[in-house]
């Protein structure tokens, strides 16, 4: 015979969930704050990174054995006052530079609370393939949305293909000119796909055999 002290399943459940309604605002707030305080910490990072690079130019440092002198005397400071280890510092200090200089709207968005720094990583990390500025720019533009909406986890593979996508671009410009005609021919309707027409990219797409049709990045024709 069930205990007149238990509530009904479906009483109980409403009252938990209620009571967790109370704290999930402070749980995300939290999350925010701390969203926020690792963007500051990237920061610093990278101006720790900066005044080191200035005592490497300002000392005429040229070998790489003295040059890389610097960085270690640095982060072995950092890691004394964190009590980490000096390459986890170091390997901190490379991630912050590369977000804070490479990668301006990622950082907003992680200073602005809208992703993690796990987010974040993930957004770098995959970016390390692009080496052209503009096409980094558009990588991150392209899958910063997905980070705001999406799981680190689940946002790692968007961020490879957009990636690779977005390398092969850079592989393909720096090519040579001379190619084979078939080669050359597909090639040139997939850039009548994307590339803005006076008649628009929907009226060059309706021209486009359906062989060489375009897809987007990391998706299918």
Do not use: F, K
Request: charged share 25%.
């Amino acid at each position: 015979m069930r205990s007149s002290a238990y509530l009904p399943p479906d009483e109980a459940a409403a009252r938990a969930m209620s009571r967790l309604g109370e704290v999930l605002p402070d749980l995300i707030g939290v999350r925010e704050q701390v969203a926020r305080l690792q963007a500051r910490e990237a920061r610093l990072l990278a101006q720790a990174d900066g005044i080191v690079e200035d005592w490497v130019a300002d000392a005429g440092l040229q070998r790489r054995s003295e040059a890389d002198m610097p960085h270690r005397i640095a982060a072995t400071e950092i890691a004394a006052a964190w009590r980490v280890s000096d390459r986890t510092v170091q390997r901190q200090i490379s991630e912050a530079a590369t977000l804070v200089n490479d990668y301006p709207a990622t950082l907003a968005s992680l200073e602005a609370g809208r992703i993690s720094l796990a987010h974040a990583r993930v957004i770098v990390g995959n970016g390390a393939i692009i080496t052209q500025r503009v096409l980094r720019a558009e990588y991150e533009d392209a899958v910063l949305p997905y980070a705001e909406s999406e799981a680190a986890t689940r946002l790692a593979p968007i961020c490879r293909r957009r990636a690779e996508w977005y390398a092969d671009v850079t592989h393909r410009r720096a090519a040579p000119a001379v190619q084979h005609p078939a080669v050359a021919t597909t090639r040139a309707a997939a850039t009548a796909c994307s590339a803005p027409t006076r008649a628009g990219p929907l009226r060059a797409q309706r021209h486009t055999p359906a062989r060489t049709r375009c897809a987007p990045p990391g998706g299918r024709a």
